[in-house]
């Protein structure tokens, strides 16, 4: 069936005579079209070159809760893409309430308690909303909401809770308002902990700048997805000459393939002399093929081939954390030989990138660092494990002294919610290595910054012919092989791709 194009205008028109009970649908001008509730406000903006903008913003503290921006082109795909906007919006209305999780050993002694809180809520007509779990199930529930409360026979967990926890306001109910089931007192505490807790994120982003041997005359694209709190989010940032300059990301509860498209399609439009495009995706990549059956990549289509014939510029792909090692890497100047371990949250199969002698080590296929088999062959039972501290700790741990005894890095950079006390990890490590061998542990919070710098270095070895693992091309098509270096020598010549 034939794409039919859509006009700004017919758009326009499409979403006022959607209009449904759910929220209020106001054209503040010819150019912006606002989508109101009690909690969110969306926003439809137009602007030149039939580009469109979608957001939704959280009343209360103003987060970006969903934000795409797409060249209006297909009927059918922009109309889906503003029913998935409408979907978030009226979520969001639905999930206004505050999410408050109260926990003790077992559970049983907090339920009474959760029964009263939500029973004050009806009657104050307040918008908290109350629930109990025993202390194991919090580490893989506690997520999910917004203030976690511990029973004083868990007080002792507060240290752990806070590290692991550090998004959440993690508050311990005294023990006067415990023995009393004093909901009131609770409730008041809540509210005036939360007034002076902002609820954001405590770690900061990287702000140092690239090493100087990354300085470059390229202006190049980065491009990264990452999943955080149940959402997709594809962060874009325009390095020129090794320095940020444009930097933003869409926000939303799904991907496909076309969100990539989506987003080249904008940002070329409003951007010229772009030198080329690096794609950090989950996955093995390897050449321009992706392999991540869970995200609809099966090696099938060579993706970075497809999208550099598409736009005229050399589009290269890489691993997500293979990018993290890269980035860490060109952000930090103390170390040569350094493992990036990524153990993802809810998931007992970890990744790693491999930085030795300063080069990212691929292996055959790109295969190196992909260890969820090691952790099915080295831990018994990992699935269950993977949802408690002391499960991730031995996930960790057993991943950690094959690392060590095989590559023997001087750093070990590790991303592991459940596990973010270096210190104890050094000690259980200590029990089967000499301290000796042990290599300096690093905990770190985030990927965004060093995924970014990464998915533009991949850029810059691959045109500048620095990496000589990408010449190793046995294994794929020779077809594929000559394109994609075609694609290469082309630019670094300075024609036309």
């Given amino acids: 069936m034939d794409e039919r194009r859509i006009s700004a205008e017919e758009y326009k028109s499409y979403i006022l005579s959607h209009h449904v009970k759910e929220y209020e649908i106001r054209q503040d001008n ?38 795409l921006h797409f060249q209006l082109s297909d009927e059918q795909h922009a109309h889906e893409l503003f029913q998935e906007m409408v979907t978030t919006l009226i979520r969001q209305k639905e999930e206004k309430k505050i999410k408050v999780l ?79 089931y004093s909901a009131g007192s609770l409730i008041k505490m809540i509210i005036e902990e939360k007034k002076k807790n902002d609820l954001e994120s405590v770690h900061s982003s990287e702000t140092m700048d690239l090493r100087k041997p990354f300085d470059n005359p390229y202006r190049i694209l980065s491009i990264v997805m990452i999943k955080y709190k149940g959402q997709f989010r594809f962060a874009y940032r325009i390095y020129d000459h090794g320095k ?110 491999i930085i030795i002698n300063g080069r990212l080590h691929r292996g055959r296929k790109s295969f190196s660092g992909e260890l969820s088999y090691l952790t099915d062959a080295v831990v018994e039972d990992a699935e269950r494990k993977k949802t408690t501290p002391s499960g991730a700790e031995e996930i960790v741990r057993k991943v950690l002294i094959e690392l060590i005894t095989t590559i023997a890095p001087d750093k070990i950079v590790i991303c592991s919610e459940l596990t973010p006390d270096m210190d104890h990890l050094r000690a259980l490590l200590r029990e089967y290595l000499d301290e000796q061998y042990i290599p300096e542990l690093v905990y770190a919070a985030r990927l965004k910054e060093f995924m970014l710098a990464g998915a533009m270095i991949h850029c810059l070895e691959v045109i500048t012919h620095n990496d000589p693992q990408l010449y190793e091309d046995k294994t794929i098509p020779e077809s594929d092989v000559k394109k994609f270096w075609s694609l290469v020598d082309k630019f670094s010549e300075g024609g036309e791709v």
Wanted: aromatic share 14%.
């Fill in 30 to 67: 010819d150019d912006c079209i606002s989508l109101l509730t009690d909690t969110a406000v969306g926003q439809v903006n137009f602007y030149p070159q039939d580009i469109v903008e979608l957001q939704i913003q959280n009343k209360e503290n103003e987060e970006i809760i969903f934000y």
């Fill in 102 to 180: 109260l926990t003790c050993s077992s559970g049983i002694t907090t339920n009474y308690f959760v029964y009263l809180l939500n029973d004050a809520m009806t009657s104050l007509n307040m918008n908290f909303e109350f629930a109990a779990e025993d202390l194991a199930k919090v580490y893989s529930s506690g997520f999910d909401y917004d203030v976690i409360l511990l029973a004083p026979q868990v007080h002792h967990e507060y240290d752990r809770f806070t590290k692991i926890f550090p998004e959440q306001l993690v508050l311990k109910i005294p023990v006067s308002v415990f023995a009393t």
């Fill in 244 to 353: 940020k300059t444009l930097d933003k990301e869409v926000i939303k509860p799904s991907q496909t393939f076309q969100d990539i498209i989506d987003l080249l399609d904008y940002v070329l439009a409003r951007h010229e002399n772009i030198s080329a495009i690096g794609l950090a995706l989950p996955g093995i990549a390897y050449h321009g093929y992706l392999y991540h059956p869970a995200y609809g990549f099966t090696n099938h289509d060579n993706i970075g081939i497809f999208l550099s014939e598409k736009y005229k510029i050399p589009v290269f792909l890489i691993n997500d954390v293979n990018a993290v090692a890269l980035g860490y890497y060109a952000l930090h100047e103390d170390s040569e030989n350094m493992v990036f371990y990524y153990q993802p949250r809810g998931s007992a199969k970890g990744r790693a990138g």
